[in-house]
């Protein structure tokens, strides 16, 4: 069933509307609100990223995940789809190791862990808390405030 051609507007109390249809149209809306149109890849996209629990996602894991869900979609469109969503702020990209990034459906400032080795970005429970963040220069204001914490395996002496 193509979900975007049976969107409509419905006065709850009157209509049962089925549990995909209702996320499908909570999703349209937050892309709507974004400003961004609703298309089908975005809509996909948006339904797999935007409306479970919160979670860090490469490009490559994401596309993985839309295979799976047998989408037809290309690298390229997810790509370009993560770097949308993340210029309207529905997302937050993080650059784990200057090579990979991350995009977190948390926007909030918080820290990370990334654990080298394994690709793996994870939230620094508890938070973090500085006693001072130094002053933006003259003209300039902090537009946020990332921290990455790079762990490893402890290598086992014998």
């Known amino acids: 069933m193509d979900v975007l051609s049976n969107l409509h507007e419905a006065d709850s109390d009157e209509i049962a509307v089925p549990a995909e249809d209702e996320a499908a149209m909570r999703c349209v809306q937050l892309l709507s609100d974004a400003g ?8 996909a996209l948006g339904q797999m990223l935007l409306q479970g629990d919160h ?22 469109t997810v790509y ?11 997302l937050r990209r993080i650059a784990a190791d200057g090579v990979k990034s991350f995009f977190d459906t948390d926007t ?3 820290p990370h ?8 970005l994870v939230d620094v429970a508890g938070g ?3 006693s001072k963040v130094p002053e ?3 003209g300039h204001e902090i537009a946020r ?10 290598r086992v002496s014998s």
């Open 36 to 43: 961004l149109r609703p298309t089908r890849h975005r809509l």
């Open 113 to 120: 862990f990334y654990m080298e080795g394994e690709d793996v």
């Open 136 to 138: 933006a220069l003259p």
């Open 80 to 90: 370009n789809t993560l770097n949308q969503f993340t210029e309207a702020g529905l």
């Open 145 to 154: 405030l990332d921290v990455i914490v790079h762990l490893r395996r402890k």
């Open 128 to 130: 973090l808390a500085f």
């Open 108 to 110: 909030s400032v918080h």
């Open 55 to 76: 979670r860090h996602v490469t490009a490559e894991s994401l596309y993985d995940e839309a295979m799976a869900a047998n989408l037809r979609l290309s690298l390229a």
